[in-house]
C-alpha cells in the first residue's frame, strides 16, 4: 500500500497504514562507513564514568522527595509530580535505556544492578525487561513484529500516589516525553530517524542525539555531543528544532500512529 520509490522504500499512506520500507535499517551500513572514515570515533566508546553518580543523585533525590508528601493533598502531590517529579523520573526512563547498553561499567551485571537501583523511584518494574525489548529495538528497528518500539495495527487503531504519577506524567504530555515522537516518528519519508540538540539533552542523558545513538549505541550519551566532528554525517539529516514541540504536532495530525517506518526481518542483523 502507498507509492512505491526508487531507493527500494515504499511510502505508506498515513490515514491507513505505516510507511513501509523494504530495505535494511539505515544505521548498520552508517556506523560502518563512519568509523572507515574516522576510526577515532572508537575512542568514544565505552562506559561513562560519572554514571553511577548522576543516577545515585536523582534516586536520592527522588525518594527524599517522596518522604516529605506522605500527608500532602492529592493536588499538592500532582503539582509536585508534574513540576519536579516528572523531570527526575523521565531522567530515570533514559538513565535505564543508557545501562541497557551496558553504558556505566565494563561488567554487564553491574550495569543490570545499577538498572534495577535507578528503578526504584519509577515504582513499575521495567529495567530488566527493557533492555530486552530495546536491545531487539536496535537490533531489528522498524521490523513488524518484533520492535517492540513500533505499534501493532490494533494499537495504531485502538490507542489507549506520587511516584506512580511521576512516572506516567513523565512519559505522556509533558515536555520531557517529546523525545519519543521527535526520534523515529516519520516527518519526511526519506528519513526515519531524527536528532535533537537542544537543552533538554542536559536531562535526558543526550537522547536527542538519536541518529548518533542508534549509528553507534556503545557510545554514552555524555560523548556523544563529539560525533558531531564528522560533519558531513551529521548535516545530512533533517534536525528536530525542539523535540517538545512534536507533541502538539503529533496530536494534531490526523492517523498519527502510522507515522512510522516498518520493515520485514533481514537475514543481515548488525549486533551492535
Known amino acids: 500500500m502507498g507509492t512505491e520509490k526508487e531507493s527500494g522504500e515504499v511510502e505508506g499512506v498515513m490515514g491507513t497504514d505505516f510507511f513501509w520500507s523494504y530495505t535494511d535499517e539505515p544505521h548498520a551500513s552508517r556506523r560502518r562507513q563512519i568509523l572507515s572514515q574516522y576510526p577515532q570515533i572508537r575512542q568514544l566508546f565505552g562506559p561513562d564514568p560519572f554514571a553511577f553518580l548522576k543516577i545515585t543523585a536523582v534516586v536520592l533525590l527522588q525518594l527524599w522527595t517522596a518522604t516529605f508528601l506522605y500527608n500532602a493533598s492529592w493536588l499538592y502531590i500532582l503539582i509536585v509530580a508534574y513540576f519536579f517529579g516528572s523531570f527526575l523520573n523521565h531522567n530515570l526512563f533514559l538513565a535505564i535505556h543508557e545501562l541497557s547498553h551496558n553504558l556505566a561499567f565494563s561488567?554487564?551485571?553491574?550495569?543490570?544492578?545499577?538498572?534495577?537501583?535507578?528503578?526504584?523511584?519509577?515504582?513499575?518494574?521495567?529495567?530488566?525487561?527493557?533492555?530486552?525489548?530495546h536491545l531487539e529495538h536496535h537490533r531489528f528497528q522498524g521490523v513488524d513484529g518484533v520492535d517492540m518500539d513500533v505499534p501493532s495495527l490494533a494499537e495504531a487503531k485502538l490507542s489507549f500516589g506520587y511516584l506512580i504519577l511521576s512516572t506516567f506524567v513523565g512519559g505522556g504530555m509533558h515536555p520531557m516525553a517529546g523525545h519519543f515522537i521527535s526520534e523515529h516518528y516519520v516527518f519526511s519519508p526519506d528519513q526515519e530517524t531524527y536528532s535533537y540538540y537542544g537543552p533538554l539533552n542536559l536531562m535526558t542523558w543526550s537522547v536527542g542525539y538519536h541518529n548518533e545513538h542508534h549509528d553507534f549505541p556503545r557510545i554514552p550519551g555524555a560523548a556523544s555531543?563529539?560525533?558531531?566532528?564528522?560533519p558531513e554525517f551529521s548535516t545530512i539529516w533533517i534536525r528536530i528544532d525542539l523535540g517538545a514541540g512534536h507533541l502538539h504536532v503529533y496530536h494534531g495530525q490526523n492517523n498519527w500512529s502510522f507515522s512510522r517506518m516498518k520493515r520485514n526481518i533481514s537475514n543481515k542483523v548488525d549486533e551492535n
Open 225 to 230: 555531543h563529539r560525533l558531531r566532528r564528522a
Open 107 to 133: 561488567t554487564p551485571v553491574y550495569n543490570r544492578w545499577l538498572g534495577i537501583f535507578a528503578n526504584l523511584p519509577i515504582g513499575v518494574p521495567m529495567s530488566v525487561t527493557f533492555q530486552k525489548y
